[in-house]
């Protein structure tokens, strides 16, 4: 089984600013990788699949970058509305796996 | 508009039993796989289980393997999971889950439902 690892655990960011949050795989998922927005009583959000291509509809604030075993989602200029936990996801091999989320709080 | 709904949480004992459904509208259901996935309490996401267009392959992760079945009805479009023997460790919310691409090219999933609360206890 892959070990997605996200870190920080929580970031604390002021609107405006540029949020950086990292995802460490276990072993190489080449560009097999999707990031969600989950809000509290609120379903996941598809933010970003193939490491770097947006879904439907997403801001372009949002973007996605890496491959391997290292893999980035950057909020260019944090809105307040960009609150929540996000969480990384590998489909590289089965089983598929979640990193444990990076807690985004705005300052 | 895509639109899925859970159904079927509760609360039951464990070592017991749950059907959970979850009815989908707004696209093509035979078209796409579709996933279960659940976040326990103070936990993070888990997927729990995959089933392709026709049902013909289906996958499950380690914790829910052997106790847990992933069916489809394409005719009524609608996803179920049964899940037997019950355990502490399986309260959660749990969502279904369209794939983003048709044609079982599994991986990244962009509908979900509100989820549907399963709590074991006794």
């Known amino acids: 089984e892959i070990v997605m690892t996200q870190s920080p655990a929580t970031l604390s960011v002021s609107p405006g600013e540029r949020a950086t949050l990292s995802c460490r795989a276990s072993?190489?998922?080449?560009?097999?990788l999707a990031w969600y927005q989950k809000k509290p009583g609120q379903a996941p959000k598809l933010l970003i699949s193939?490491?770097?291509t947006r879904a439907t509809g997403i801001p372009a604030r949002f973007s996605g970058s890496g491959s391997g075993t290292e893999l980035t989602l950057t909020i260019s200029s944090l809105q307040s509305e960009d609150f929540g936990v996000y969480y990384c996801?590998?489909?590289?091999?089965?089983?598929?796996?979640f990193g444990q989320g990076t807690t985004l709080d705005i300052k | 508009e895509v639109h899925l709904l859970e159904s079927g949480g509760g609360l039951v004992q464990p070592g017991g039993s749950l059907r959970l459904s979850c009815a989908a509208s707004?696209?093509?259901?035979?078209?796409?796989?579709m996933s279960w996935v659940r976040r326990g309490p103070g936990k993070g996401l888990e997927w729990v289980s995959l089933?392709?267009?026709?049902?013909?392959?289906?996958f499950y992760s380690d914790s829910v393997k052997g106790r847990f079945t992933i069916s489809r009805d394409n005719s009524k479009s609608a996803l179920y999971l049964q899940m037997n023997g019950l355990r502490a460790e399986d309260t959660a919310i749990y969502y279904c889950?369209?794939?983003?691409?048709?044609?079982?090219?599994?991986?990244?999933?962009?509908?979900w439902g509100q989820g549907t609360l399963v709590t074991v206890s006794s």
């Open positions: 889950a369209k794939d983003l691409i048709p044609r079982d090219v599994v991986g990244p999933m962009d509908s």
């Open positions: 707004g696209f093509t259901f035979g078209t796409y796989a």
């Open positions: 089933i392709y267009t026709t049902g013909a392959r289906t």
């Open positions: 072993q190489s998922v080449s560009t097999n």
């Open positions: 193939g490491a770097s």
């Open positions: 996801q590998q489909y590289n091999s089965w089983p598929f796996t």
